[in-house]
């Protein structure tokens, strides 16, 4: 008789979490009649179903949410023990879940990856973009290790490690190099471009502007900085872009960039790890290395 495994737990997991059998299959990176059965053979193994199959997406049954609520938390919990083995080995080595928010991504992370892999040979680095919503959601549940986003995020089971502050710039039309750059309380009074919904930097944005969540129906939208300077470049509005993404978003596009007239808007980059986490010492020591990645990229864009 075969006994219960740690397969069939990270499979139940990925299933029980995106809900879908194939897409499960592929994030487990098995094929799904193997997924399906493990999840038939784990079923065997407790007596009962733990899914409702039928439709696009699965439902779980009443064990089945039990079941994966104790299921992520034995997970959990063994990862802490893989990770104190790693403590204890000395330079950080192995497997290393770095997660990343789309407006810091493109411009930070080349620069943490060449460093990171420099210092630590050893090291597996795999890292992860998403919203910050998604990476607060997978670092919790143990999906990942770290994650570099926006401060503040007031999650009372994770450490917040400030690196540095960030300014906001303004993306204009190339034809408006010559006019007088607006104060950040004047902005709701021009079209203003925003990214869509579930981004911070959107969030961040609108408060900058003073314009409530709630009245954003009539803003423009796109998913990525590159699409709202584009948009800029074509003449359709103004837009907002964190310093570390002017060189790269603006070099090719028509546009002018300011520094924002009166009080200059900032956010505040971390760093954020579960307190729980043996890799307490190894991460503060990244978080090191992504502030003076971010402080010397900062330094080469102010000299560009």
Known sequence: MIGLTMKHLRYFEALARIGHFGRAAESCAISQPALSVQIRELEGLLGAPLVERGGRRIRLTGLGEE?????????????????LGRAAHGPLVGRLR???IPTIAPYLLPGVIKA?????????????????????????????????VALPISEPALEEVPLFDEEFVLVRPLEDAGKPVPASDRLHEMRLLLLEEGHCFRDQALSVCNIAASSTRDLMEGSSLSTL?????????????PEMAVDTETRSSSVCVSRLAGSRP????????????????QFAR?????????????QLNNAA
Not at 118 to 144: F, K
Request: no cysteine; hydrophobic share 45%.
């Open 67 to 83: 079941f994966a609520g104790r299921t992520r938390a034995i997970l959990r919990a063994v990862d802490e023990l893989e990770d």
């Open 98 to 100: 770095l997660g990343i």
């Open 116 to 148: 990171l892999t420099q210092l630590y040979p050893g090291l597996d680095l795999r890292p992860r973009e998403a919203v910050t919503q998604r990476l607060i959601e997978d670092l919790t549940e143990a999906r990942l290790d770290a994650a570099i």
């Open 229 to 241: 300077v584009q948009m800029v470049g074509a003449g359709i509005g103004i837009t907002l872009i």
């Open 266 to 281: 900032t956010r505040k980059i971390g760093m954020v790890w579960r307190k729980t986490n043996p890799l307490l010492a």
């Open 286 to 298: 990244i978080a090191d290395i992504v502030r003076e990645t971010g402080l010397r990229q900062r």
